[in-house]
């Protein structure tokens, strides 16, 4: 697949998060002119450099302000949004707080790039669509994006509505690109360590099936979703190549998923939450595996 093209200017939402800041320093890498967008009460601005704004993204008038160059000193222009921004988990804070936050910032966001004659929008949504924690096994694996979605938390219900909500968006307005990520568990580089630990007990981290997403990775596929071209809403799986653990993904599921389906023969360590669709029209391919920067038990490939 071709390089990306890219719009030349973009507002990254949730910029001081740990996805967030990876995206933003990504995207300006690749030459893309970036406002990054976060909420007082967040992180240090100074984490994410260059063109920063705070603004309260419940606000329909600061988000409006922010992607129509409103806002003093900060130019419109805008061509895209990435979405980022969210109460990033359940059980942080209460359910009623955690959907009245998310579904208005992400309602604000969408409707106010469709003011402003923005085309394309990528935003976060999340592995949690597919069903986790999977007390409740999955349909199948490894799971991907042809089933329900199937939340079990309110922080997941309200994504599988912003997807919904993503998809009338699109059939009000046909020029309109939205491209849904459904992020896997973001790590840095210095979240690796604890990893060889998790064989201990594989129940442990299963609630995900094992998965993960470093936060270069996920960059990338944000790059490429900017760059995805067909109009309507779509989603995608964003995960790594393969699992947090060094036992084979195939014992895995035969140990703590006995009855579930296995759909294809399973490499090593291969992801169980597919990203073959991603791969196949965003050009994704996970560059970064948590083996590469953690010693492995004798016997296991770096």
């Known amino acids: 697949m071709t390089d990306p093209v890219l719009p030349g200017r973009v507002v990254v939402t949730g910029a001081t998060g740990k996805l967030g800041r990876a995206v933003v320093a990504h995207l300006r890498g690749v030459g893309v002119d970036v406002l990054a967008v976060d909420r007082a009460g967040g992180r240090d601005p100074r984490d994410v450099g260059g063109e920063f704004l705070l603004a309260d993204l419940t606000d ?33 804070q209460s359910n009623a707080v955690t959907f009245a936050n998310n579904s208005a910032a992400t309602y604000n966001v969408f409707a106010a790039a469709r003011a402003a004659g923005i085309k394309r929008v990528v935003w976060a949504s999340s592995e949690t669509v597919l069903g986790l924690p999977f007390d409740t096994p999955p349909p199948y694996a490894p799971v991907d994006e042809e089933y329900a979605p199937r939340p079990e938390s309110t922080y997941s219900l309200n994504k599988a509505l912003e997807e919904e909500m993503a998809r009338h968006f699109c059939r ?7 491209v849904g990520l459904r992020f896997s568990n973001v790590m840095d580089v210095e979240d690796y360590a604890p990893f060889p630990s998790f064989d201990a007990d594989p129940r442990a981290r299963r609630w995900n099936l094992w998965g993960y997403i470093d936060s270069r990775d996920g960059a990338q596929a944000v790059e490429r979703a900017l760059a995805y071209d067909r109009p309507g809403a779509d989603v995608f799986i964003i995960a790594n190549a393969d699992t947090v653990m060094t036992r084979s993904s195939a014992d895995l599921m035969a140990e703590v998923y006995p009855g579930v389906e296995i759909r294809k023969e399973l490499g090593e360590h291969e992801t169980l939450l597919s990203i073959d669709k991603a791969r196949r029209l965003l050009g994704y391919e996970p560059r970064h595996s948590w083996r590469n920067h953690v010693d492995q038990p004798a016997g296991e490939p770096a």
């Open 60 to 92: 329909y008038g600061q988000v409006v302000e922010a992607f129509t160059g409103g806002a003093d000193e900060h130019p419109g222009g805008i061509g895209a949004v990435v979405h980022l921004a969210a109460v990033p988990a359940p059980g942080l």
């Open 172 to 178: 009000w307005d046909p020029e309109l690109v939205m």
